[in-house]
């Protein structure tokens, strides 16, 4: 390739206009070229020189020795910038293989097409970094040893996809299913892939074979092979329609390499798996490491229990994370042994004055990191902390997997859709927050149900759907009032333990007038998940009519600070605004409900909500402007109208009239 070429997988070659440049002896000097190769930002010199010098005399020169060799081997020493305390690597320009790779990955391998895929999987010559051992440098080896996890895990995904879309004639298929084998030895789709093109071909007791020897392996890890076997028994039913004799050759087309999929009305929800945190330290950290236990394991035990309460998805128990953790499997192969969607992995590292917690979700089918985040804190009670941040993880995992999932949802075909694709579907028309979009909510959250009767929380979808019509009047309130009612009672019925249940209940017995039964139900919800934000946003939003409108305030800053992108921001927003003015501190009411009306979904109401709340503030000119928005939309609307919407105490109602008639709206 010309111009600069850097193969980090293998042996580490620096390729300048197709000549290999020679790279000095030292061990560490390849380490940093490589390490600054793949940061994605300056590195800090004392970061390096803790990651791979253990304490020598003279950490900064050796660094200083290493940087300036590297200078002369570069095509260009002005690729290494140092400012302040800083280092970084200019690449841009050159050829990176794993730059290239994790740029593919990040984009979503699953978009690529079949000579991407292939160039990919090309640039896989070896292991990452192989032959690079550095020893007493554990930082850089944990480094390495995430890399080579995070690689492969990319490798397999390629290779899967490959599999999965080459044709089924292709002489290169079964290459590839052997490299993928080799990668993930514990992933089912890998043998069934074998099987069928094992099958394809007549090698029937070839077949059998395997499907002894995967057994025993499968066996020998206490994992579960039956569905293997059941795709199997698939495999060879079909083989023997489309073989009336044994030596008949197969004329069918062959079915997706995939492991079978159970039909529609199987309530088949997405997955995770949360792995043990490891605890690591910087200098005058908590302990030495990396290690497993104390602190991160509590930490890990936590963050399971928290998700589990949420009930969106299904999150695997605690001792089997664990059990794998033991065996020290990494992260992304085991996901694949557990047959999961999605796997967190994260860490926790003391530092002088600071506790920093790091985490990744990545998804590992294509494995694309999701979400990635780095919390760090002043250690001044550190359960205090730990437990602020485990809230701020458990919200931002659901929020993540619910928007994959929901997108993923909206890209298949209606027909197609199980009903977990429906409900999913159903949100994502749901949260556009328009009387047509509503609808299609209410019909794909209809097919969910229809498909699944015990999914509690399409039930509540369907609530939402019911209590929007009447709130924002696009039907017969008192009709759609009863219809969110019974929609949320299905839900209790279905799954009580479920705070999306007790949430629907909540806002129905709103609508019905009964405020008391109205926040038992609310109380209930973030009773049984603390981080459940809608729970706390629906507290705020009664509160901040005719109940406490300091709770209101209280409630709705949680609610933001565990859904800080939440496609109801505009409410929480908007309750904080109303309770404001309610206070009497109409400035802020107006800041407050200004806020609101910039979300993108807001809808009429909350422009509404700031026309009075800017016209009590006395900013009369912009509250006019909001009514004649509003009235573009409802030409006839009125003080009536809004004062009819929400349950406001007496005392609010006079204040909001008094604000609607200052601007022409009483």
């Known amino acids: 390739m010309a111009g600069f070429c850097v193969r980090l997988f293998g042996p580490l070659t620096i390729v300048r206009d197709g000549a290999t440049v020679q790279l000095p002896a030292s061990r560490k000097l390849r380490a940093l070229f490589a390490y600054l190769a793949l940061a994605p930002h300056a590195v800090g010199r004392s970061r390096l020189c803790e990651l ?23 095509d260009d020493p002005g690729r290494i910038e140092t400012s302040g305390d800083t280092v970084a690597l200019d690449l841009g320009g050159s050829f990176v293989d794993a730059i290239d790779i994790a740029s593919a990955a990040a984009k979503g391998i699953e978009t690529l097409d079949l000579e991407r895929l292939q160039a990919l999987s090309e640039l896989f010559v070896g292991d990452f970094l192989e032959g690079l051992e550095i020893d007493r440098s554990p930082h850089f080896m944990s480094w390495v040893t995430a890399q080579r996890r995070r690689f492969s895990s990319c490798h397999a995904a390629i290779l899967e996809h490959l599999v999965d879309n080459l044709p089924a004639s292709s002489g290169s298929v079964s290459a590839y299913i052997e490299k993928w084998l080799a990668l993930a030895p514990f992933d089912g789709r890998a043998h069934v892939a074998l099987l069928e093109n094992l099958a394809r071909r007549g090698q029937l ?43 008949s050759v197969i004329t069918l087309a062959p079915p997706p390499i995939a492991l079978a999929e159970p039909d529609a009305a199987a309530p088949r929800r997405a997955s995770l798996a949360v792995m043990p945190f490891v605890e690591e330290a910087g200098t005058g950290g908590l302990r030495g490491g990396p290690f497993r236990g104390g602190l991160a394991d509590g930490f890990t035990h936590d963050i399971i229990t928290r998700l589990a309460k949420l009930r969106d998805f299904f999150v695997i128990a605690r001792g089997s994370v664990f059990a794998l953790a033991e065996k020290n499997i990494a992260p992304e192969d085991a996901g694949r042994r557990l047959n999961v969607d999605y796997v967190a992995t994260g860490a926790v590292r003391g530092l002088p004055g600071r506790v920093v917690v790091s985490i990744e979700l990545v998804e590992v089918r294509t494995a694309r990191i999701v979400w990635a985040e780095t919390f760090e804190r002043r250690p001044d009670d550190i359960f205090a902390v730990l437990d602020e941040i485990g809230n701020a993880i458990v919200s931002s995992i659901s929020t993540e997997i619910e928007t994959v999932e929901r ?3 909206m890209l298949k075909a209606p027909n197609s859709l199980n009903a977990w694709e429906a409900y999913h579907r159903g949100l994502w028309h749901m949260y556009r927050f328009t009387r047509t979009e509503n609808e299609q ?3 794909f959250f209809d097919i969910a149900l229809k498909l699944d009767p015990t999914f509690a929380r399409a039930y509540a979808g ?36 479920n705070p999306a249940a007790h949430w629907a209940m909540g806002r129905a017995l709103w609508l019905r007038g009964e405020q008391d039964g109205s926040l038992i139900e609310l109380e209930r919800a973030v009773d049984l998940s603390p981080n459940f934000a809608l729970g706390h946003y629906a507290l705020s939003f009664v509160h901040s009519q005719s109940g406490d ?13 565990l859904s800080p992108f939440d496609p109801l921001l505009f409410g929480m927003l908007g309750s904080r605004a109303m309770a404001l003015a309610r206070l009497g501190q109409f400035d802020e009411a107006a800041e407050w409900a200004l806020k609101a009306a910039a979300r993108p979904n807001a809808h009429a109401i909350i422009l509404a909500i700031a026309a009075h709340c800017l016209s009590l503030a006395g900013r009369l000119d912009e509250a006019r402007n909001f009514s004649a928005a509003l009235r573009k939309t409802l030409p006839s609307y009125s003080a009536d109208d809004f004062i ?23």
Not at 58 to 71: H, I, N, V, Y
Not at 210 to 221: C, D, K, N, R
Not at 472 to 492: K, M, T, V
Not at 549 to 561: C, W
């Open 462 to 497: 369907l609530s939402f759907t019911h209590w929007q019509n009447a709130f924002q009047r696009w039907g017969d309130r008192e009709q759609e009032s009863a219809l969110a009612f019974e929609a949320a009672g299905q839900s209790l019925l279905v799954d009580d333990h």
């Open 52 to 74: 791979l010098w253990d304490v020598p005399n003279d950490p900064r020169g050796e660094l200083r020795w290493c940087l300036s060799k590297l200078r002369s081997v570069l």
């Open 205 to 247: 007791g070839a077949c059998e074979e395997h499907l002894a020897a995967a057994a025993l392996l499968f066996q020998s890890e206490d994992l579960d092979f039956a569905p293997v076997r059941d795709a199997w028994r698939a495999i060879k039913e079909r083989q023997s329609k489309a073989m009336p004799c044994a030596r």
């Open 549 to 561: 409108p300091k709770s209101a305030i209280g409630s709705s800053d949680h609610s933001r600070h």
């Open 644 to 666: 009819g919407t929400f349950r406001f105490d007496p005392d609010a109602e006079a204040l909001f009239r008094q604000g609607a008639k200052r601007i022409g709206l009483g």
């Open 441 to 443: 909510a209410r019909h």
């Open 407 to 409: 997108n993923r949802a």
